[in-house]
C-alpha cells in the first residue's frame, strides 16, 4: 500500500477550492492520513481485533467510506473460515482502483464486493459490522442520522458499529488547546503552515465534525443503548456502538 509523499498543498494557489478525494489525493493518500490523523494506526489495528471477537459466521462487514482499503484488509485479516462477504464501499473511483490493487496483492478466503457509490445509498443487511472510519464527518449532517439508523436497522442483535471521526469540544478551551496540539502534530510530520493553513481551508465547507455527544445523542436516538468512545488522541477519536 505505497503512496508518494503528500505535496498537494506544497504551492501556494490563489483560490483553495474544496477538498476533494481525488485522483491526486488517492495517489498520497497513505501519507497524508499518517501525518494528519494522530492513532490511525492504532485504529486499524484495532479494527480487526473487534472483528475477530464480533464478525459472526455467515454475515456482513460493511466497510462505509473504504478509500485504499485499509480497514477492510485489517479485518479480512481475522476473518478465514467465517464465511463472511466484506463490502466496501466509497463514493471516489480513484480511491476504488486504488484498493482493489491493495486487495488483490493479499491472499484470503473472504471475498470483498468493492463498490463505487454513495454510502447513503446502500442497503444494509446481515451485518454483523459497520465501519465508518473518517468517513461521516464528510456527509452533510442533516443525512447522518438517516445513516445510522440505517446501519442499526441492518445490524444483527450483538453486531456493532466502529465509528471513527474528528471531534469539536462544546468546551471553547479545551476545543482550543486539542486543536492546537493537532496542528504541533502536523507540524513535527514534516507539514509546513502554508501546507497546514491551505489543507484547513480546502476542509472548510466539506468537513463538519460533531461533538462527543453529538455522536452519542444521535446513536441513542437510532436505536443504539450500548456506546463509548474506545480511542482518543487529541481531537480525533473513534468510538464503538452495539447493538
Not at 505535496?7 to 491526486?24: L, N, V
Not at 454513495?118 to 473518517?134: C, G, K, T, Y
Not at 466539506?206 to 474506545?230: E, I
Request: glycine residues 6%; proline residues 2%; charged residues 25%.
Amino acid at each position: 500500500m505505497n503512496s508518494s509523499q503528500d505535496t498537494i498543498y506544497a504551492q501556494e494557489y490563489k483560490q483553495i477550492s474544496d477538498f476533494k478525494f481525488d485522483d491526486r489525493v488517492a495517489g498520497v493518500f497513505n501519507d497524508m492520513i499518517r501525518r494528519s490523523v494522530p492513532g490511525y494506526a492504532q485504529i486499524i489495528n484495532t479494527l480487526g481485533d473487534f472483528a475477530e471477537k464480533y464478525v459472526s459466521p455467515r454475515s456482513r462487514v460493511y466497510d462505509l467510506g473504504c478509500s485504499l482499503g485499509a480497514a477492510t484488509l485489517s479485518v479480512r485479516r481475522r476473518l478465514d473460515g467465517r464465511d463472511c462477504t466484506i463490502i466496501a464501499v466509497d463514493n471516489s473511483q480513484s480511491m476504488i482502483e486504488r484498493c482493489q490493487q491493495n486487495l488483490s496483492a493479499y491472499v484470503s478466503e473472504t471475498p470483498v464486493d468493492l463498490v463505487c457509490g454513495d454510502i447513503r445509498d446502500i442497503e444494509i443487511h446481515q451485518a454483523s459490522m459497520v465501519i465508518l472510519n473518517f468517513t461521516m464527518q464528510f456527509l452533510a449532517p442533516k443525512d447522518r442520522d438517516k445513516l445510522i439508523g440505517k446501519i442499526y436497522q441492518g445490524l444483527l442483535p450483538g453486531g456493532i458499529l466502529v465509528l471513527s471521526e474528528k471531534l469539536t469540544f462544546e468546551d471553547g478551551e479545551v476545543h482550543s488547546l486539542l486543536d492546537a496540539l493537532h496542528l504541533d502534530f502536523k507540524r513535527a510530520n514534516g507539514y509546513s503552515e502554508l501546507e497546514i493553513s491551505q489543507k484547513r481551508s480546502s476542509l472548510e465547507h466539506v468537513m463538519k465534525p460533531d461533538s462527543l455527544n453529538q455522536h452519542k445523542q444521535r446513536l441513542q436516538q437510532q436505536g443504539f443503548k450500548h456506546f463509548d468512545l474506545w480511542f482518543q488522541c487529541f481531537n480525533f477519536a473513534s468510538m464503538v456502538a452495539i447493538k
